[in-house]
């Protein structure tokens, strides 16, 4: 399967990764296994940028932590009425 996940830490064992969703990182990978880096996102009509303000590194590390938290605002999400109607 293909994956794509952060680069936590570099250990004498490969690479460590973690899925910004994942509470806990994966088994070290050897760096020949790593296919690229990812540069950008597109998503529909917005580009995402990888070198994200403070406070919303703060909000994925949190959601990534806390299934609750993840839960909580998507529920919120779906009640909030939306701003592009």
Known sequence: R???????MRTDD?????????A????PVDAADVL??????????RALQLHAPRRLRMTRWLFGRSSL??????RLQRI??????
């Not at 490969?14 to 994942?22: E, R, S």
């Not at 938290?69 to 998507?74: E, G, I, K, M, Y």
């Not at 909030?80 to 109607?85: I, L, V």
């Open 36 to 45: 690229g880096r990812m540069v950008g996102h597109n998503r529909g009509n």
């Open 24 to 27: 806990q990182p994966d088994p």
């Open 14 to 22: 490969g690479l460590i990764t973690q899925g910004d969703a994942l």
């Open 80 to 85: 909030a009425p939306s701003k592009t109607a």
């Open 69 to 74: 938290a993840a839960r909580l605002f998507l």
């Open 2 to 8: 293909f994956f794509i996940h952060r680069v936590v």
